[in-house]
């Protein structure tokens, strides 16, 4: 089955060091579990009409978490989740990040 570029790119990712980077022209986004990077390659160059050098993927590992207070709270686990880095060409940017 193929997946849509709306269906491959979830979100963007917004933190700190992911912000830091946009000025270096990497972008973050949380794509589908299945993508693999040509498919991401192909979804943000349709979605956002730029060129795409790169891409780097990396799953992220489930955390455990604990919701209550002190020792009697309840343990569970976060769900694990792909990761997108995308570099751009020199000169150009994602209009979506400039806001943030």
Not at 39 to 65: C, G, H, P, S, Y
């Amino acid at each position: 089955m193929s997946l849509s570029s709306a269906q491959i790119i979830r979100r963007p990712v917004i933190s700190e060091k992911s912000m830091d980077q946009t000025q270096h022209g990497r972008y973050t986004f949380r794509v589908a579990e299945d993508a693999n990077k040509f498919q991401i390659k192909r979804a943000i160059e349709d979605l956002f009409k730029v060129d795409v050098l790169t891409v780097n993927v990396l799953n992220t590992k489930a955390k455990e978490k604990t919701r209550g207070r002190r020792q009697r709270g309840q343990k569970g686990w976060t769900k694990p989740w792909k990761k997108a880095i995308v570099t751009l060409a020199a000169g150009q940017k994602i209009e979506f990040f400039e806001g943030v």
